[in-house]
């Protein structure tokens, strides 16, 4: 079937050289150009065409930008006490944030403009940066569930959307959301005085996190600590398991497919191998009934890490009962209490 595809096509770029030929010199360069892509298209197998694109769409799952019809310039209206605003991270690329004070600063920032919520990032409150799994952006219901918890319990929270999300600029990669997780950090670090920062991220945001703090860590600038909400090992495993793909695994030769269209993307976000290299206080949350991510890759990102980490009190793994699945854990009352005693514990 590949086989004649190919031909159709091969047959059909014949043609058209055919009749470049009578192309008068001037668009030599033109015709040389749509040779070099030709031969480009026939050098390659249609699944080499397909699958990194494919791959990188159901990775990223950026192109669905709900909630729809949000002004992501005036939060207010979905998140009380935020403020929007953008920072550049590399030419082409600006990233949209979300700046939510804690509930009991809400009064004094009616009103207030960016300058004010920047100066109260070193008012003493910790501070979390948090960074979402896929698709969707940082309007998405549960999203502004979390960050309202965490308001409540006396956090900043900075919802970040990557490049690519939101209204956030440039195109999604590892390594670029890698830069705009260490370029966030590195901003809020500036601003907070002694006040600790936090990387939070939740499914593909775990794998943000750990980049990022790998980064840190050889930069010789450890993060202060990284909560990991439904983490996997690493891209290969989590794709394996992803609801979409699963009827398709019992195919010949698709999870090689599978695998070479990630490596041929760069796609790896390797939790697993970065924790090797870490020594920040590393909290995992993981639901029992999770289906997107499953909870044994969770619990052996927890072994990885315990026997890698030389003071073993820094890593923890905390596990909720069903009911909460993969994107519903800021329902969970015991939530808020689980993580403040972790940062209190780590922090005092």
Request: charged share 20%.
């Given at each position: ?217 050889e930069k010789g600038s450890p993060v202060d ?124």
């Amino acid at each position: 079937m590949e086989t004649d595809e190919q031909d159709c096509v091969a047959a059909w770029w014949d043609m058209v050289l055919r009749n470049l030929r009578s192309i008068p010199h001037c668009c030599a360069t033109l015709r040389r150009k749509i040779a070099a892509q030709y031969n480009s298209f026939c050098s390659k197998s249609l699944k080499e065409h397909i699958f990194p694109p494919l791959m990188d769409m159901l990775i990223f799952f950026n192109f669905f930008k709900a909630p729809f019809l949000v002004d992501l310039k005036d939060p207010e209206l979905k998140m009380p006490h935020t403020v929007n605003f953008y920072i550049k991270v590399e030419p082409g690329v600006i990233l949209g944030i979300w700046h939510t004070v804690p509930s009991c600063r809400g009064q004094d920032a009616m009103g207030q403009d960016r300058c004010w919520y920047e100066a109260a990032l070193h008012d003493g409150n910790p501070i979390i940066v948090y960074l979402h799994g896929s698709a969707e952006h940082r309007a998405a219901s549960h999203r502004l569930k979390l960050v309202k918890m965490l308001s409540d319990g006396g956090f900043h929270v900075l919802s970040v959307d990557y490049r690519g999300f939101g209204d956030s600029t440039g195109q999604p990669t590892e390594a670029g959301l890698t830069a705009d997780a260490v370029c966030v950090y590195e901003w809020t670090k500036a601003r907070s005085g002694n006040t600790p920062v936090c990387l939070w991220g939740h499914s593909l945001g775990t794998g943000v996190v750990t980049n990022a703090a790998k980064v840190l860590e050889e930069k010789g600038s450890p993060v202060d600590a990284m909560i990991l909400e439904a983490p996997f090992t690493n891209v290969w495993d989590a794709s394996i398991n992803y609801p979409l793909l699963k009827i398709y695994r019992k195919l010949p030769g698709f999870l090689r497919t599978l695998t070479d269209a990630l490596k041929k993307d760069k796609l790896v976000f390797p939790n697993d191998e970065n924790v090797k290299f870490l020594s920040s206080p590393l909290l995992i949350l993981h639901c029992e009934d999770d289906r997107t991510v499953p909870l044994a890759l969770g619990k052996q990102l927890y072994e990885i890490a315990y026997n890698a980490y030389r003071n073993k009190e820094r890593v923890k793994i905390v596990t909720f009962p069903p009911g909460f699945q993969h994107n519903l854990l800021c329902r969970c009352p015991t939530l808020l209490k689980t993580v403040r005693d972790f940062l209190s514990q780590q922090w005092a």
